[in-house]
Nanobody
Framework: QVQLVESGGGLVQAGGSLRLSCAASRRPFSTYVGWFRQAPGKEREFVATITWSGGSTYYTDSVKGRFTISVDNAKRTVYLQMNSLKPEDTAVYYC???????????????????WGQGTQVTVSS
């Protein structure tokens, strides 16, 4: 069983930056590792994902140009650099991993079978 542990959340003013980290407990077995978020009263939604090789990345439209996902295989860690944060980015952010090897379903929550416990990101206006 692989554990995913997120860190780096916190409170930041609008326009500020945060970097989230997701550490895997052992050598990654999965193809994709990504980030989802869930705001109060809303469904969990896709944010970004990356292959452990770093060769493929996908983002939801609302974060393109502001967020960057990256991977450090030596540290078994995936990062989400979040810049120009907006109040609507406020949510619990979850790291997730999957063995899925295609691309069509890489942005879908149901594709991911491994989840972290989440880290809170709050952006004040």
């Amino acid at each position: 069983q692989v554990q995913l542990v997120e860190s780096g959340g916190g409170l930041v003013q609008a326009g500020g930056s945060l970097r989230l980290s997701c550490a895997a407990s052992r050598r990654p077995f999965s193809t994709y590792v990504g980030w989802f978020r869930q705001a109060p009263g809303k469904e969990r939604e896709f944010v970004a994902t990356i292959t452990w090789s770093g060769g493929s990345t996908y983002y939801t439209d609302s974060v393109k140009g502001r967020f960057t996902i990256s991977v450090d295989n030596a540290k078994r860690t995936v990062y989400l650099q979040m810049n120009s944060l907006k109040p609507e980015d406020t949510a619990v952010y979850y790291c997730a991993a999957t063995d899925y090897t295609g691309s069509i379903h890489a942005k879908e929550k149901r594709t991911y079978g491994y989840w972290g416990q989440g880290t809170q990101v709050t952006v004040s206006s």
